[in-house]
T-cell receptor
Framework: SQQGEEDPQALSIQEGENATMNCSYK?????LQWYRQNSGRGLVHLIL?????REKHSGRLRVTLDTSKKSSSLLITASRAADTASYFC??????????FGAGTRLFVKA | DGGITQSPKYLFRKEGQNVTLSCEQN?????MYWYRQDPGQGLRLIYY???????QKGDIAEGYSVSREKKESFPLTVTSAQKNPTAFYLC?????????????FGEGSWLTVV
């Protein structure tokens, strides 16, 4: 069962613009993670935000978490063509399983 | 350097055949996972293992089997009972922890039924 739902499903922007992706989830969580997947490759971990955190930064990435709305957003600033990939949110609640959403496909045009 | 190795990268299966996908990790992680990804879709959990000689069914275990005889290895067998096996398969691992830890992925294996 999928818990996280990303929005939009696909996003096309020009190089240099900012890209914002959203994730909504249904149950309580311990943390939320964002992953990146280049076409035909494995997923790579980008950032983890814990349920008691509201915002986290890593380089050009900014993640926010609103547990009252059960939502998170990933902002990529000053996008580059190399940022073209699919981005997934993943939630970990009490227990063992981490559940992935369906992903947002980002296209950054040079 | 440490990581997860999946093989083969591409595999073709004839109708009625069983095939096995290999997954080896040298990260010393206790937990290992197999996910299935269909084109343009998210990941669905097939099986997971928290410790050697123990594994649990995920959300879509029917038609698949696994073993965990060694900490480093978690092979996935796609049996003939899996009616629609064409997909991208991802193996992953992470260190133990009840609250969710970073998951490390292999590069994936493409399986196609011919």
């Amino acid at each position: 069962s999928q818990q996280g739902e990303e929005d939009p499903q696909a996003l096309s922007i020009q190089e240099g613009e900012n890209a914002t992706m959203n994730c909504s989830y249904k149950t309580s969580i311990n943390n939320l993670q964002w992953y990146r997947q280049n076409s035909g490759r494995g997923l790579v971990h980008l950032i983890l935000i814990r349920s008691n955190e509201r915002e986290k930064h890593s380089g050009r990435l900014r993640v926010t978490l609103d547990t009252s709305k059960k939502s998170s957003s990933l902002l990529i600033t000053a996008s580059r063509a190399a940022d073209t990939a699919s981005y997934f949110c993943a939630t970990a609640g009490g227990g063992f399983k981490t559940i992935f959403g369906a992903g947002t496909r980002l296209f950054v045009k040079a | 350097d440490g990581g997860i190795t999946q093989s083969p990268k591409y595999l073709f299966r004839k109708e009625g055949q069983n095939v096995t996908l290999s997954c080896e990790q040298n990260l010393n992680h206790d937990a290992m996972y197999w996910y299935r990804q269909d084109p343009g879709q998210g990941l669905r959990l097939i099986y997971y293992s928290q410790i050697v000689n123990d594994f649990q069914k995920g959300d879509i275990a029917e038609g698949y089997s696994v073993s965990r005889e060694k900490k480093e290895s978690f092979p996935l067998t796609v049996t003939s009972a899996q009616k629609n096996p064409t997909a991208f398969y991802l193996c992953a691992s992470n260190p133990p922890g009840l609250h969710g830890n970073t998951i490390y992925f292999g590069e994936g294996s493409w399986l196609t039924v011919v």
